[in-house]
Every structure is written in C-alpha cells, then in structure tokens.
Nanobody, 126 residues
C-alpha cells in the first residue's frame, strides 16, 4: 500500500527555519499534485501549500505567503516544504499529501488527496 514518508520538523525558536521532506513509498509523484496541511491541537486540519503535478503552479495559504516555499525534486522523487521566519502560531503537526491529477481548485480540501504522510511535529517557541 502506498504511503508517504515524512522527515524533518522539530523544535525551533521564532524566526528560525525548518525543512520538511516527503517521499512516496511505492510510486512516483508523476501526475500527482503535492500538498501540505497542518493541524494544531484542538483545531481542524488546514491547508498550507500545494504544487501542481506539472510543477508550474503553486498556491499558499495567506498566513504562510512569503515565508514558506513548497517544491519538488523529480530526480529524488521528493516533495519539500521550506519554512522560514517561523512563528509560534505555526506550531502543529504537518502532513504532506498527494493527489493524482488534482486541479488547483481542489488543492485546499484535504478529502481530495489520495495519499498522506504520517505527520511530523513542528514546534516554534517564542
């Protein structure tokens, strides 16, 4: 069964940076849009960023624009979320997801994705 394996994350002080990685276990990201979501304790999972299957279009939630960058390395079959200028409110569990041929209008809804990572904790202290 395909699943996404995440790495990265951890604890950092406000203003610091972290990079999350996401690798599929038994497939390639070809024809898959990749998305990132996060969930803080007591809150619903929310959209963070997504990259089109072709890699030419990207979308970010307003609260991370200018601070986070999502990308994909085709040769390494890995998706990334680079997080800079982190704030305490960025604290939460972060999840990567992949959706086959997922169009931009569907990126923000978690139910539209086919595969998910196990989640990784990001903690930002003030």
């Amino acid at each position: 069964q395909v699943h996404l394996v995440q790495s990265g994350g951890g604890s950092v002080q406000a203003g610091g940076s972290l990079r999350l990685s996401c690798v599929p276990s038994d497939m390639t990201f070809t024809n898959y849009a990749t998305g990132w979501f996060r969930q803080a304790p007591g809150k619903e999972r929310e959209f963070v960023a997504a990259l089109s299957w072709g890699g030419g279009t990207v979308s970010y939630a307003n609260f991370v624009k200018g601070r986070f960058t999502t990308s994909r390395d085709t040769a390494k079959n890995t998706a990334y979320l680079q997080m800079d200028s982190l704030k305490p409110e960025d604290t939460g569990a972060y999840y990567c997801a992949a959706g086959r041929n997922l169009i931009a209008g569907a990126w923000t809804h978690a139910t539209n994705y086919d595969y998910w990572g196990q989640g990784t904790q990001v903690t930002v202290s003030s």
